[in-house]
């Protein structure tokens, strides 16, 4: 299809916060509450028509900018701050494609988010959450699913400079090959403080809900996992142990990946880790159901080391490394195989990482490049509906989700609004005593509700129960 160009007319920032029901430590930090992110855009089409969109995404510290010398109140002012730099950009560019908007202000705002000192990880939030917003409004506006429209080409996806590595790439015949799958796996994150057993708890939640690594298990039937380390060879390999002493028992087998949260300063380091694993008989069948090894290294050494070695074991991928566009073109040549997809780095993004595994898997006649779908605390509502519907438009068979465990449903949300997203979306919720929670059924989310008109939702949040994003004191 023609492929529509717009102009960017205004943006609503907001935000609210969160609190866990249990902690969550990951890399740096332990988690216990946090805010979103809520964003409005109003685009106008060539013809004079205006439509809004609306995307979400959590404020996460320390995990685009690990510097400890920032505190978490200054990662949150980083990522506004990104914000409002693709705020800027886009409404002085004018009219273009939804891509358009994305490959030509791409450099200009990583560069005014360096000037600032903001990296690249950081620039790819402001961007993410504003290009999600207004696609949203884009498909709203022309009665299209984020799937439909996708593989239609609506956001004009082509040939870039800012991608000079798919010079000639035909990205029209990849999306409208591409079948989104209505059922994916949820692989289930167990953080680094994160109960196996109730041996592990001098008390409990006692909310009803799973909190021992046991009671998930039994729960929500997983058969994919997400398995922290810390860096600390000996601790980890005693920790998985006690995590494959619950695992393997489980009926029918499982799958689990290992994320390193730059906790290893080398890959030397890391490898150490996946000889020690090697080496103690309780981590056999853990061992054999590795399918890939995330991010193990530091970002600051992670792309300057060859992980041939690791590699050669199981296939290692960047997440946090991923900040510049080329960063897997990068990795590729040191001998990672994959990266991340998360919503919160754009879906522009997957969707250029994407089209570079098919085209050199098709270059080397194997399938040996991939992409992993991992979560960053994606919340009921918007925001997992968002990341849910790129997942599933990929291909990708499993998804790391995490949000549904360490937040209680759509606490912090007004009940009619969870009750208004169940209705529309009752494949992807259940009610529960608690009120609408995301169901996963033997493991298995059901996404077909998402075909709907806009980025995987048509039901928006209750705006008025937020707050105004105050402007971001940064630097």
Not at 228 to 246: C, H, M, P, T, Y
Not at 358 to 372: I, K, P, Q, V
Request: aromatic share 8%.
């Amino acid at each position: 299809m023609h492929a529509p160009r717009f102009s960017l007319i205004e943006t609503q920032r907001l935000e609210w916060p969160f609190k866990l029901r249990m902690p969550f430590r990951f890399g740096v930090i332990t988690v216990t509450h946090g805010r979103q992110a809520v964003v409005r855009a109003r685009i106008r089409l060539e013809d004079g028509s205006e439509h809004w969109g609306v995307a979400a995404e959590t404020l996460a510290a320390k995990w685009f900018d690990k510097d400890p010398a920032l505190s978490d109140a200054q990662n949150e002012q980083q990522l506004r701050r990104a914000l409002e730099i693709a705020t800027e950009a886009t409404r002085a560019a004018g009219a273009n494609t939804a891509f358009g908007h994305f490959a030509d202000t791409y450099a200009q705002v990583t560069a005014a988010a360096g000037a600032e000192k903001l990296n690249p990880l950081v620039a790819s939030y402001g961007r993410a959450l504003l290009d999600r917003a207004m696609l949203d409004a884009l498909l709203k506006a022309k009665g299209f699913s984020f799937w439909r429209g996708m593989r239609a080409n609506i956001g004009g996806m082509l040939p870039h400079a800012v991608v000079p590595d798919l010079a000639g790439f035909d990205f029209s015949a990849l999306l409208a090959a591409l079948d989104p799958l209505r059922r994916i796996h949820a692989r289930h994150t167990v953080g680094l403080v994160d109960p196996i057993t109730a041996s592990d708890q001098a008390e409990r939640v006692d909310d009803g809900l799973p909190e021992t690594l046991e009671d998930v298990a039994a729960t929500y039937r997983h058969r994919y996992w997400k398995l922290k380390v810390g860096g600390n060879v000996q601790a980890d390999v005693e920790r998985l142990s006690r995590i494959a002493s619950v695992l393997d028992r489980l009926h029918g087998g499982y799958h689990a990946s290992l994320d390193g949260n730059e906790q290893y300063e080398d890959a030397e380091g890391a490898l150490a880790l996946w000889r020690a694993m090697e080496a103690e008989p309780r981590l056999a069948k853990l061992r054999n159901s590795i399918l890939f090894i995330e991010q193990p290294v530091k970002r600051a050494r992670a792309l300057d080391t060859g992980m041939g070695t690791l590699a050669a074991a199981r296939p290692v991928i960047i997440d946090e490394s991923d900040g510049p566009l080329d960063a897997f073109v990068t990795g590729k040549a040191l001998g990672y195989a994959g990266v991340s997809s998360k919503a919160c780095k754009g879906v522009w993004r997957s969707l250029v990482n994407l089209a570079r595994c098919r085209a050199w898997n098709a270059a080397e006649g194997r399938d040996r490049y991939f992409m992993s779908a991992e979560d960053l605390t994606t919340l009921a509502g918007i925001c997992v509906q968002q990341d849910l519907a790129l997942v599933s438009f990929m291909g990708l068979p499993h998804v790391e989700r995490n949000g549904h465990h360490f937040v209680d449903g759509f606490a912090g949300r007004p009940k009619a609004e969870a009750v208004r997203f169940m209705e529309a979306h009752p494949d992807l919720y259940a009610d529960t005593a608690r009120g609408p929670r995301l169901a996963i059924r033997d493991g298995v989310l059901d996404l077909g509700s998402l075909d709907v008109p806009g980025l995987g939702a048509s039901t928006e949040p209750d705006f008025a129960a937020m707050e105004p994003m105050p402007k971001a004191a940064w630097p």
